[in-house]
């Protein structure tokens, strides 16, 4: 299932006696992702912030909420009981990864890149989609803890906009081929518009990767003095 197939299948557990909201939800939802989609690939520094609160929140919402929907089905009043149960877990989930620093990048990376990432190439087969997937967001995840701030500007480009146009190939029908292309193209303008909003502080991210480089290196180079 892709991403925005995802949310598409949450708003279709509404139940039937409250279905003027859930029109409203699936009319309002292509245009909410897009939206945020959109920001993620040229305001990526300020909206992963935003993904992760999403992230941990839909970890303490979404995970609870499904296991109950497959177990018991509940509609009426206790559909919204236990909605509003799983809505606390997952305001307690997002505040306490504000804790986690590095778990939190890694995580948040991890998730956005994989779910870009495996619906970008999904026609290859799902299985295939998977383990791409996972493994390019594997590497992305553990540079992202190194390289902060520039794997942060990179991946969120092309995250938003290989999750916008996988949107809108899956709502509209549009031609697989040319929505691939397009992705590619808004994540370069993405990432160039980043990286000129975000320079000054690039560079000082490269000065504090290289500095950290140098003093690595001097500790081995002692080290190896000493034995």
Do not use: D
Not at 55 to 68: E, N, Q, R
Not at 150 to 168: L, Q, R, Y
């Amino acid at each position: 299932m892709e991403f925005y197939e995802f949310f598409e299948k949450i708003v279709s557990f509404i139940p039937e006696n409250f279905k003027n909201i859930r029109e409203i939800c699936e009319a309002v939802l292509p245009w909410l992702f897009g939206f945020f989609t959109l920001a993620t690939s040229f305001v990526g520094h300020f909206m992963h912030k935003i993904w992760n609160i999403f992230f941990f929140f839909g970890i303490g919402f979404f995970v609870p909420l499904l296991i109950i929907f497959a177990v018991l089905k509940p509609t009426g009043a206790a559909f919204w009981t236990v909605v509003l149960i799983c809505v606390a877990i997952g305001v307690l989930c997002a505040v306490y990864s504000h804790h986690l620093h590095k778990t939190k990048l890694f995580i948040t990376t991890l998730l956005m890149v994989y779910i870009a990432v495996s619906g970008y190439i999904i026609a290859l087969g799902k299985g295939v989609a998977i383990l791409i997937g996972l493994a390019v967001a594997i590497v992305a995840a553990i540079l992202s803890i190194k390289y902060k701030y520039i794997a942060v500007i990179v991946t969120t480009a092309f995250s938003g906009s290989m999750m916008f146009w996988n949107m809108i190939e899956s709502k509209f029908n549009a031609p697989h081929t040319l929505t691939n292309i397009l992705a590619i193209v808004m994540g370069a303008l993405g990432l160039a518009l980043q990286i000129y909003v975000e320079r000054k502080e690039l560079k000082e991210s490269y000065n504090e990767i290289k500095e950290t480089s140098k003093k690595v290196k001097k500790k081995i180079k002692k080290e190896n003095e000493s034995n």
